[in-house]
């Protein structure tokens, strides 16, 4: 069964920095790629970032494009999101999600249970 656990959130002024982690198991991680989609208060899931399965090929949504760095450990089964020079609309629940493939693109197949960003002095 597949099994996705994010950690590493919290609270954090604007112009700071975080590193979400997501441990995965259940499937052969390195044959697919994975992303980060992220939920902010009253709105939709919005796609932040992907990663092929390896780990050459990434993408960014334009609003975290040269701020946000994903990355992924195919030897520890595990997906990294770095976030640096947070602003407040980045505040929001953030997913590891598992992609259908090997490219990290929506749509995903499962996803986490999420780690809360906010961002705020």
């Known amino acids: 069964d597949v099994q996705l656990v994010e950690s590493g959130g919290g609270l954090v002024q604007p112009g700071g920095s975080l590193t979400l982690s997501c441990e995965a198991s259940?499937?052969?991680?390195?044959?697919?790629?994975m992303m980060w989609v992220r939920q902010a208060p009253g709105k939709g899931l919005d796609w932040v970032a992907g990663?092929?399965?390896?780990?050459?090929?990434?993408s960014y949504a334009d609003s975290v494009k040269g701020r946000f760095t994903i990355l992924r450990d195919n030897a520890k089964n595990s997906l990294f999101l770095q976030l640096n020079s947070l602003k407040a609309e980045d505040t929001a629940m953030y997913y590891c999600?598992?992609?259908?493939?090997?490219?990290?693109?929506?749509?995903?197949?499962?996803r986490g249970q999420g780690t809360q960003v906010t961002v705020s002095a």
């Open positions: 259940g499937f052969d991680f390195s044959n697919y790629g």
């Open positions: 990663i092929s399965n390896d780990g050459i090929g990434t």
């Open positions: 999600a598992k992609a259908l493939g090997r490219f990290g693109n929506l749509p995903y197949h499962r």
